[in-house]
């Protein structure tokens, strides 16, 4: 399997079902700190569901859509990335992102948004990737930015979270804006 270094202590690598263990664990740590920004099906509550999440991914890639990808720091799963949405038929996709309290601050997402921007972008050829955010949720919106994405719209109250519903962002950036930004 591949890995892609993201800085001296830690990697990108697919997050794979013989995992699921280390993803339930990781998971067990990061729940509550992400419950609020993911997908209810995402945060999973046991290592069968795990990996339920991983196996549904690892289909999907099948299929060329939907990727998911951990991110190791100093040898411990502390988030990931994916395409929650890939379709190379239309030039589109969504990228993701997850983070335990323990990976913040080291500009992890970042640079591994950055490689699935690429491969996306710049190897597959797809026109346009999508970042969607929590209004609210100031540092995805950072990432976004960092990435070179452009705040296109917000869809009003179209999150829903524990009885509330959160405006969503919308970020995008095109190929060749990818292209011509300095990495």
Not at 42 to 67: C, H, K, L, P, S
Not at 81 to 94: K, N, P
Request: hydrophobic share 45%.
């Amino acid at each position: 399997m591949f890995t892609v270094a993201l800085g001296a202590d830690a990697v990108l690598a697919p997050l794979e079902v013989h995992q699921a263990q280390e993803f339930a664990d990781h998971l067990d740590r990061a729940r509550e700190y992400i419950r609020p920004w993911v997908g209810p099906a995402f945060v999973t509550e046991d290592v069968d569901a795990a990996r339920a999440t991983i196996r549904r991914y690892a289909e999907r890639q099948a299929q060329d859509g939907a990727r998911l990808y951990g991110i190791w720091r100093e040898g411990t799963l502390v988030g990931g990335v994916m395409f929650t949405d890939f379709d190379a038929r239309f030039g589109s996709c969504e990228i993701g992102c997850w983070l335990e309290p323990s990976g913040e601050g080291h500009g992890l997402i970042t640079r591994a948004g950055a490689h699935l921007l690429d491969w996306a972008l710049a190897t597959r050829g797809l026109h346009r990737a999508e970042w969607h955010c929590r209004a609210d949720n100031v540092r995805s919106a950072a990432v976004a930015q960092r990435l070179g994405m452009t705040l296109e719209g917000v869809r009003r109250q179209a999150w829903p979270y524990q009885g509330v519903r959160y405006d969503k962002q919308v970020w995008a950036i095109l190929a060749p804006e990818w292209a011509a930004s300095p990495r």
